[in-house]
């Protein structure tokens, strides 16, 4: 894996982000170029938000975002969310997802953050393992809506 670069995004990695995505929700309509550089430009921008990529020979293979929140409690220490963990699906078991996720958490450490969280809705062991492997505990502190049609 010598020549595996993990990164963070730029502005330059929305076509592979896009293409990657539709290894996360497959099922999730498609979201064009145009319809992607606002939200896409937000994201690297906002000052709030990482996205984080696992980059093989120019292709983007890996990837999650992280999101580190100000805070006023806990000393005023932020906490961190990771969100969009996926793995291109020819190129998954091979510690990729391992990776991003270890960046994500060593960059919220390096700032502080007291606490990093992450949600799935999978229901499936082997990702369950996959995130406590990744260093997450399993807890039943979470609780989870989405928005209804």
């Not at 293979?61 to 969310?81: D, F, H, I, K």
Request: with cysteine.
């Amino acid at each position: 894996m010598h020549d595996i670069i993990i990164r963070p995004a730029t502005d330059g990695d929305l076509h592979g982000m896009l293409e990657l995505y539709r290894h996360l929700n497959p099922d999730d309509p498609p979201v064009g170029p145009a319809a992607a550089a606002a939200p896409w430009s937000s994201l690297l921008r906002s000052g709030l938000t990482t996205v984080l990529v696992a980059e093989e020979n120019g292709r983007l293979v890996s990837s999650c975002t992280l999101v580190m929140v100000p805070n006023l409690t806990r000393g005023g220490m932020s906490y961190a969310l990771v969100e969009n963990v996926v793995t291109h699906a020819g190129h998954r078991r091979r510690g990729l997802g391992h990776r991003v996720l270890a960046a994500a958490l060593d960059a919220a450490w390096a700032a502080n953050c007291y606490k990093v969280m992450l949600a799935t809705g999978s229901t499936q062991e082997a990702t369950l393992r996959f995130y406590e492997t990744a260093g997450f505990e399993r807890g039943g502190k979470t609780f989870f809506q989405a928005r209804r049609p």
